[in-house]
């Protein structure tokens, strides 16, 4: 196995991730990049992409509760997240 390093992966922050990878594997994705015309983080990063476009996403059912009861305390107001908040928090 040879050890591998990626950097900037095209997000805005840096990022640099060290991967194991098989030697066979690791030498036929630089034969492409050869073929291509690319580099290896390019080879690398087209095969993620595609390897995640072909994934499903599972999506669980969440089950809410839901309780019947009176009407809002005075003076809380849902359209004001801060207020809710300081509530929430004992202010």
Same mark, same amino acid.
């Given at each position: $196995? &040879?050890?591998?390093?990626?950097?900037?992966?095209?997000? #805005? !922050?840096? $990022?640099?991730?060290? +991967?194991?990878? !098989?030697?066979?594997?690791?030498?036929?994705?630089?034969?492409?990049?050869?073929?291509?015309?690319? =580099?290896?983080?390019? +080879?690398?990063? !087209?095969?993620?992409? !595609?390897?995640?476009?072909?994934?499903?996403?599972?999506?669980?059912?969440?089950? &809410? =509760?839901?309780? %019947?009861?009176?009407?809002?305390?005075?003076? +809380?107001?849902? #359209?004001? %997240?801060?207020?809710?908040?300081?509530? $929430? #928090?004992?202010?």
């Amino acid at each position: $196995m &040879l050890a591998l390093t990626i950097s900037n992966l095209g997000w #805005d !922050d840096f $990022m640099r991730t060290t +991967i194991d990878i !098989d030697d066979q594997l690791l030498l036929y994705a630089k034969h492409q990049a050869v073929e291509q015309g690319c =580099t290896i983080k390019q +080879i690398l990063e !087209d095969a993620l992409r !595609d390897f995640f476009s072909h994934q499903t996403l599972e999506h669980k059912a969440v089950s &809410l =509760t839901t309780f %019947s009861g009176q009407v809002l305390k005075t003076g +809380i107001n849902l #359209d004001n %997240s801060q207020s809710l908040n300081d509530i $929430m #928090d004992g202010y």
